[in-house]
């Protein structure tokens, strides 16, 4: 059995494993009416006998997904002791997927070379040890279960403390989804930072950070014609913080006062209408939003350029940055619209009884009240903003310009990510360490964000609190 339909046969012995113990534990206890004289219920009996019958099975099955490729291909290369003796490592990597794709193939054609003999034995061999594989793996797996339930079913008595064991169960497997988490986040920023390093001992870290020419092209040999490489990353800052401020000026007043008319001012019925529409702005993909600059906003930004006697690029940080905006409106609206109304209607109901208007009270007592909420909608946009990809590279284009002028074509941080990694690439030159640099720099200014949102949410959540 592979592994989808074992996690299927598990998850059905486990339910099984559920209703077997409740009924245990009634007849444990003399009947349906004297379960209480059960330390715990039938139905935590149930849950605890459905745990040890499912998380052992999941542990192991997850441990011999890890290791089953790299034991099958110890075995396969043993076999192959003669024809991979004077193999490099990139060469047996290569034999060995050769064997495996040709091991996917129902039909094989038999030659009489005997290096296709070979080949066609090491295949063989091969579909039978994935086959033994398989069948070892659902046979423990069948036998961890049987084995644990059986176990867990003989400790039960009436005095079975199953609900403790089956809460402390319940809390390792949330201390091991939040260790995950952490393991995740710290792997992502060793991996980042490690690359980063590499980057900065061939490139000085002040001509990265300071340098206002960007062109990572670089010569891989030398009858090659390119370029010596620049990586000065000023203009993919500038053109990052241009069109995330001309977003943001755009998402942050708009949405803002969406909020304050939902929560405030429309009856709930335009509120239960407006909401949801504007959500769905949310879930567009960027891609589409990405067509809408390039084809409907930036032609008519050109065209009103022109009819004014401007000069506009055709693709613009001033387009790409009111598509993003629009899209991030949403993030504002409606955060800001749940901590407005998160704000006790104490509140309101005081300052409108010591006399201030509707508008005062919006002003001097709601927002500031939710001003925690409204700092993490507007912190949730800023770093959508910056972190947007699609609509830059449709709309904005992907030209390194140092300007702070809205209607000429800049690139971003993220749109050099995705230029440097696209295609084969070799994993050991400037050009390509580029993006992980690129990528530590947005992580610290998204560390940065938070850092200054937390102090701001801290002080006037004590005020309000």
Not at 344 to 373: C, F, M, Q
Request: aromatic content about 8%; overall charge negative.
């Amino acid at each position: 059995m592979n592994s989808s339909t074992l996690i299927f046969v598990i998850l059905l012995l486990a339910l099984f494993s559920y209703w077997f113990a409740i009924q245990r534990a009634i007849k444990i206890a003399g009947g349906i009416t004297k379960v209480k004289h059960l330390t715990s219920l039938p139905k935590q009996f149930g849950l605890l006998t459905a745990f040890w019958c499912g998380i052992p099975s999941l542990i192991i099955l997850l441990v011999w997904g890890i290791f089953e490729s790299s034991v099958i291909d110890s075995f396969l290369i043993s076999s192959l002791a003669g024809p991979v003796d004077n193999l490099s490592s990139d060469q047996l990597s290569l034999y060995l997927n050769d064997i495996k794709v040709m091991a996917e193939q129902p039909i094989m054609q038999i030659s009489n070379d005997p290096e296709q003999q070979s080949l066609s034995q090491a295949v063989n061999y091969l579909v039978t040890l994935q086959s033994n594989a398989a069948w070892l793996k659902s046979a423990l797996i069948l036998l961890i279960s049987v084995t644990s339930v059986s176990y867990i079913l003989s400790r039960f008595t009436p005095e079975y403390q199953s609900r403790v064991k089956m809460e402390g169960i319940v809390g390792g497997v949330l201390w091991a989804c939040s260790g995950i988490a952490l393991l995740t986040t710290v792997g992502i920023i060793l991996s980042v930072l490690f690359e980063s390093i590499q980057f900065f001992s061939a490139v000085p870290p002040w001509e990265f950070l300071f340098g206002t020419e960007w062109s990572p092209q670089i010569a891989m040999r030398s009858d090659q014609v390119a370029g010596s490489g620049a990586f000065g990353a000023v203009p993919l800052f500038v053109g990052t913080l241009l069109i995330t401020a001309i977003a943001m000026f755009l998402a942050v007043p708009v949405g803002l006062m969406i909020a304050i008319y939902l929560s405030q001012y429309a009856s709930a019925k335009l509120r239960g209408i407006a909401k949801p529409m504007l959500e769905i702005l949310a879930g567009v993909p960027t891609v589409v939003y990405g067509f809408f600059a390039a084809l409907t906003v930036a032609p008519l930004i050109r065209d009103f350029g022109g009819w004014l006697g401007l000069s506009v690029a055709s693709e613009s940080a001033l387009a790409a940055g009111l598509v993003m905006g629009i899209m991030i409106i949403p993030f504002v609206s409606s955060l800001s619209d749940d901590a407005i109304s998160a704000v006790p209607d104490s509140l309101k109901e005081g300052s409108l009884g010591l006399g201030a208007t509707p508008s005062e009270t919006i002003k001097k007592v709601l927002l500031p009240a939710a001003i925690p909420g409204i700092v993490g909608a507007i912190l949730l946009a800023l770093s959508r903003a910056i972190g947007e990809t699609m609509i830059v590279v449709m709309a904005a284009g992907m030209a390194a310009n140092l300007t702070a002028n809205p209607l000429e074509s800049v690139t971003t941080v993220t749109v050099q990510i995705v230029t440097l990694l696209t295609g084969d690439q070799e994993f050991d030159s400037p050009k390509t360490l580029a993006a992980f640099a690129l990528g530590l720099m947005l992580f610290v200014t998204t560390l940065i964000l938070n850092i200054i949102a937390l102090k701001v949410v801290r002080k006037y959540r004590e005020q309000y609190d």
